[in-house]
Structure formats: C-alpha cells, structure tokens
C-alpha cells in the first residue's frame, strides 16, 4: 500500500548502502504509518531483502487483546505483528523481543520493566528515562548481536544498520531529535537512526488510519471498537510514567489489578509513581471522584499476571539499588481533584 498523503519522508536516507534495515514497531498508531512510509521507500530502492523489523514486548505491562460482544480486539504485540506482515516483511523476519533473566530450571524468563523499577527503587523521571533504555533500546540492540558477529565475518566491514522509528515531533523532547542521524559507530557496527514520520501531525495520522489496512490499537477508543479515538492518547505501557493525567485515570480503570501492583512499588519503595502524582492518588480519584469511564476492564486473572505480581514483590523484599531521596525532592502537586486534563 502506498503512503498515497502529500507527506514525503523526513530526509531520504539512501537505503541501499545499509546491510540491515530494522523497523522498530511498538504496535501504536504511528508505527503502522511509519512502516507504509518505509516499506514504499524500500520497495522503490528496491532492498526487502534487507528488512527485519523487531517489536520490543513490554509482556504483561502493554495493552492486551480484548474480546467484546464476541468481538476479539488484538493486543499490541499482535497489532506489531500484523503490522510488519501488512506492508510485505515475512512472518520469519519480524522479531519480537523482550528483557529476559535466568530463571530457577536453567531457561530464561520475563524480566518485566516494572520488576525493574521495584529493584532499582525509583520510577524513571524525565531526564532519566531508563525504562525505554532497559525495556526497548538495549533490549533490540542485544537482539542483533549474533547477526552482526555473523554478517561482520562474511562482510569483512562494520555492519550499517539503519534502525527506522515512528516518533514524531509531537512532544518538546522529540521536537529537537534529528530526522536522521548516527547513534552508534564501533568496529562491529554502525548504527543510523531515521524518523520518516517525524513531520506528520496526529491528525494526519487519524486520517490516515481511516482508510488503514491494519487496524489501530482499541485502547485509542472510548471503548473498544467504538471509533471515536477518546480513549488513551498513547499505546504502549498501559501506565506509563510520562502520559497525561487522563489517560492514566483511564488507564487505572481499565487495568486495576495492574495499577494496584503499581501502587505497591511505590508504598515500598516511597518514590512516587511520577514526581508530580502518586499512583495511589490516582487510583483513589478515580474511586472517589470519578474518571473516564474505561469503557472496558481487564481481568490481569492469568498465570502471566500472577508471575509478574510474585516477580515484583520478590524485588520489593531487597534493598533498591538507588535509595529515592531524589525523588523525595521533588515537588508533588497537592491532591486538586479529579478534573481530567489532556
Ligand atoms: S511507555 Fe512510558 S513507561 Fe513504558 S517504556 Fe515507554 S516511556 Fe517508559
């Protein structure tokens, strides 16, 4: 499927001298555009044979799939899948991938990024985003090791990767970030980043989704299925640090089991949840004061929600590895009610 807006990509990297070519696909309304814009690219540089996208899991942490009426709404890993199978990558090259640890009979298992946060002992904070290091970038990064040990060998040359993201410049600190530039050079490596959607408004991208062949995330709607984009304005950790009030009042009814777990995390470690809200605040306002109506709520009832719940409350039961004095410092905005803000 053509892009078929008058958008062109940001910048045109010349996409034939990359070895490898790596979508990063969230699952969120951006990346689906972000991958019809670049598989057009690289269908006219004629290069497929060179792409492998890769979906960073947050597990149990990001949206799941949904059944309403009968009516089964994908999860976000899924929606990545179909993302990537949509515009022409074979189902063999798209990786998911997700932060692992030893687990007690030898194999690996979930490292989520909440059990993170219980262990380190504070939330990450703006300026110190750790979780999208832990959670995506090193996680991806790790994940393409063995394939560039072995494309070094047959190439003789550092492998040019050129990661593709859908970031746009809707926020203050993505504004600032280059449509295009190196992030990583060494000798097995060098890795260029390229943001093709980064001018697209989030208009654009609504409309653009109208006539979509892949459906959006139906935590976007009011209730699943609905349309009407009044659901959260984002789609990848149901609670994430950094989103609006809103859409974690929301979030706090639609996953209560979770933002429960949440609010454990920071009773024990006493950083709150953001340096200017408590989640425990947030849980009570929406009981108390009214919230969005979740228009949906998840039941967190399966064994991957209870291995996460016995994963993070085995991290409490240690020291942190940062005390949260910093976090203590910071100014908390005194409870103002529930008005809902965007
Ligand atoms: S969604 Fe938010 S909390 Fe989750 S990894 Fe991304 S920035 Fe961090």
């Known amino acids: 499927m053509s892009s078929g807006t008058a958008h062109r990509p940001a910048c045109n990297p010349d ?22 814009v ?40 899924e929606l990545a899948a179909l993302q990537s199978a949509t515009f022409g990558i074979p189902a063999n ?10 687990a007690p009979d030898g194999t690996r298992m979930v490292h989520s990024l909440l059990t993170e946060m219980a262990a380190y002992g504070r939330f990450p904070r703006m300026g110190s985003p750790y979780c999208r290091k832990a959670a995506k970038e090193s996680v991806v ?8 040990t072995r494309m070094k060998r047959e190439l003789g040359h550092p492998v040019r990767i050129l990661k593709v993201m859908g970031l746009r410049s809707d926020g203050p600190d993505r504004k600032n970030r280059a449509a295009f530039r ?9 890795v260029d980043e390229w943001l093709p959607i980064k001018e697209w408004s989030t208009a654009d991208v609504k409309a653009w989704h109208t ?12 209730a699943p299925g609905v349309g009407d984009w009044a659901g959260t304005s984002r789609c990848s950790c149901s609670l994430c640090v950094y989103a609006a009030r809103r859409d974690l009042l929301l979030s706090v009814g639609r996953r ?10 920071e009773q024990t470690r006493g950083d709150s949840f953001r340096a200017d809200w408590r989640i425990t605040d947030l849980i009570r306002h929406a009981k108390t004061c009214g919230a969005p109506d979740p228009g949906v709520i998840c039941a967190d009832d399966g064994p991957d929600f209870t291995a996460l719940q016995q994963q993070v409350r085995a991290a409490l039961q240690v020291e942190p590895r940062k005390e949260p004095d910093f976090a203590r410092r910071n100014r908390r905005l005194p409870c103002d009610g529930c008005t809902p803000s965007r």
């Open 182 to 190: 190196n992030i990583q050079t060494n000798s097995a490596r060098i």
């Open 211 to 222: 006539t979509a062949p892949v459906p959006y995330s139906w935590t976007y709607d009011s």
């Open 15 to 36: 996409l034939a001298s990359y070895d490898l070519l790596a979508p990063q696909l969230s699952g969120g309304k951006d990346s689906a555009v972000m991958n019809c």
């Open 141 to 148: 990064s790790a994940a393409w090791t063995p394939l560039v």
């Open 256 to 265: 209560p089991r979770l933002a429960d777990l949440y609010a454990e995390v």
């Open 93 to 102: 090259r798209h990786v998911e991938v997700t932060r692992t640890l030893p």
């Open 38 to 77: 670049f598989m057009d690219a690289v269908a006219r540089a004629g290069v497929a044979d060179r792409v492998i996208s890769y979906h960073a899991s947050l597990d149990v942490l990001e949206w799941p799939a949904v059944v309403v009426d009968g009516v089964r709404y994908p999860g976000v890993s």
